[in-house]
């Protein structure tokens, strides 16, 4: 699916508040439920992951994995920091 101009550029604005934080529980229920609810009244959801909670190798598993539970799109991914949108 192509991402609209307009998204694309909100989700690299560096003023984009992170909305969501991945702690020390990691990926658990809570945290789709949560990213859910936040993109049914949010147009982009950025969320960062605390540094080491991951290897860096699966960044792109973990961000894959969170949009594919909510049936959103990964928008923009780096490091440990994405943006997510749902059409």
Do not use: C, Y
Request: glycine share 6%; charged share 25%.
């Amino acid at each position: 699916m192509k991402v609209p101009d307009s998204i694309l550029r909100q989700a690299k604005d560096a003023s984009l508040p992170v909305t969501m934080r991945i702690g020390k529980s990691g990926l658990s229920d809570a945290v789709v439920v949560e990213l859910e609810g936040q993109l049914s009244s949010r147009t982009l959801v950025k969320a960062k992951v605390n540094r080491g909670l991951f290897p860096r190798e699966e960044m792109k598993q973990v961000w894959a994995h969170l949009a594919s539970e909510t049936s959103s799109h990964v928008v923009f991914a780096r490091g440990n920091v994405a943006v997510f949108w749902k059409n």
